[in-house]
Each structure stands twice: as structure tokens, then as C-alpha cells.
């Protein structure tokens, strides 16, 4: 019913930016919180940033300064600007949604399929 496809990933040397960019499509009525989440080889998938249903936003701790999320309604995007990148960020990067599909329908959680972000020292 509803499908997140991200983009963006790629290799880049540790200092550098890049930027990624989540677009939902489907069956969408409203989107009550939307993030990024990544996940390390033999770690667990952690959050890095993400809109709360209120609107606000939250960042880990390690990206906070480093990192921006962003949002187009109109396009149902949500980006990660990453900047000053540092090899411990090397993970893959997952969007994830939590949206209603109905006027009448509870939130029900989305996930993309990952795109794979290495930062090489």
C-alpha cells in the first residue's frame, strides 16, 4: 500500500557530505512521523533522525551539529543533509514512516529498503 524508496547513498571520504532523500508513494492520507534510522555491521539499528508526530525534531546525539532533516509535504520526501562525515558513520540507512493510509485508519509502520552509506578515513 504504501512503499519508501530511498537514494543518495554511496562512498565518499571522511569530512564529506552527502545528502539522502526518502520518497513515499501509495496509498497515503496523512504521515504522522517520519525518520532515518541506521544500522551498523553487528550493531543494532539505531535512530539518527526523525520529525515526531508534533513536528519537532530528534537527532542522536553522535550526528547532532552534523547532520539535517528536511521535509517536502507536497513531494511526500524526507532528506538527510549529512555533512562532516566520519567513517563510524559507514551503515546502512533506512527510512521509516508511520502513516495512515485512511482518514479512518490507524498509523501503520513503513520501512525503505536501505541505501548503503561508507564513509572511508
Known amino acids: 500500500q504504501v512503499q519508501l524508496v530511498e537514494s543518495g547513498g554511496g562512498l565518499v571520504q571522511a569530512g564529506g557530505s552527502l545528502r539522502l532523500s526518502c520518497a513515499a508513494s501509495g496509498r497515503i492520507f496523512s504521515v504522522n512521523a517520519e525518520g532515518w534510522y541506521r544500522q551498523a555491521p553487528g550493531k543494532q539499528r539505531e535512530l539518527v533522525a526523525a520529525f515526531t508526530s508534533g513536528g519537532s525534531t530528534n537527532y542522536a546525539d553522535a550526528v547532532k551539529g552534523r547532520f539535517t532533516i528536511s521535509r517536502d509535504n507536497a513531494k511526500n520526501t524526507v532528506y538527510l543533509q549529512m555533512n562532516s562525515l566520519k567513517p563510524e558513520d559507514t551503515a546502512v540507512y533506512y527510512c521509516?514512516?508511520?502513516?495512515?493510509?485512511?482518514?479512518?485508519?490507524?498509523?501503520?509502520?513503513?520501512w525503505g529498503q536501505g541505501t548503503q552509506v561508507t564513509v572511508s578515513s
Open positions: 521509516n514512516a508511520d502513516v495512515r493510509t485512511s482518514w479512518y485508519s490507524r498509523g501503520e509502520d513503513y
